[in-house]
């Protein structure tokens, strides 16, 4: 019984990994960009360039695909598509939608407005909570499905009724071997 819960929490230790290094492979090419910014003594100018809302739609976009696949992975989770479609939502209303009306403005805009400077950081911030609340959905839901039909198998399975009282299970199907000089080949 103690392996189950170390086995949990290895599986959300490693959920975690992974998260945050699909955060810092998208995050990287913007971390280049920056760096050669800080270098021509530009870095003020990030803040004023599109590249955090960039970003952060593209994290909007990898957290909506994580949303539909906690959604389509297993259809008994029926109850649960208001809470995914509201996140789907969510994310397209407060992150994708706003990062993509300032890469526009911005782009298409001499003038680049003050307030620029504080909405990107923190439409990128709540783009990475997002994503990593959407990994966590999608993991959760999967990891459930999984556990909810393996049980369901369990229970309804004819043979697991025989293994437990030591009857044996049957062969495999044995299928000839297909030899090299077989005319019918």
Do not use: C
Request: proline content about 6%; glycine content about 8%.
């Amino acid at each position: 019984m103690s392996e189950l819960p170390e086995r949990r929490e290895h599986h959300s230790l490693s959920m975690m990994y992974g998260t945050y290094a699909d955060i810092l492979f998208v995050l990287f090419p913007f971390l280049i960009i920056g760096m050669q910014r800080l270098w021509e003594g530009r870095l003020y100018e990030t803040l004023l360039r599109p590249d955090l809302s960039i970003a952060a739609a593209i994290l909007a976009g990898l957290a909506i695909g994580k949303f539909v696949l906690g959604l389509v992975t297993n259809r008994d989770l029926g109850r649960y598509k208001e809470r995914i479609v509201f996140f789907i939502a969510l994310t397209l209303f407060v992150v994708l939608g706003p990062a993509i009306i300032l890469i526009l403005s911005i782009l298409g805009s001499a003038e680049v407005p003050a307030f620029v400077t504080f909405v990107q950081p923190i439409l990128l911030i709540i783009a990475i909570s997002l994503y990593t609340t959407a990994v966590s959905i999608s993991n959760i839901l999967t990891r459930f499905g999984m556990e909810e039909a393996r049980t369901l198998n369990d229970e309804n399975s004819a043979w697991s009724g025989d293994r437990e009282m030591g009857k044996p299970r049957p062969a495999p199907l044995d299928l000839p071997r297909r030899t090299g000089n077989d005319p019918t080949a």
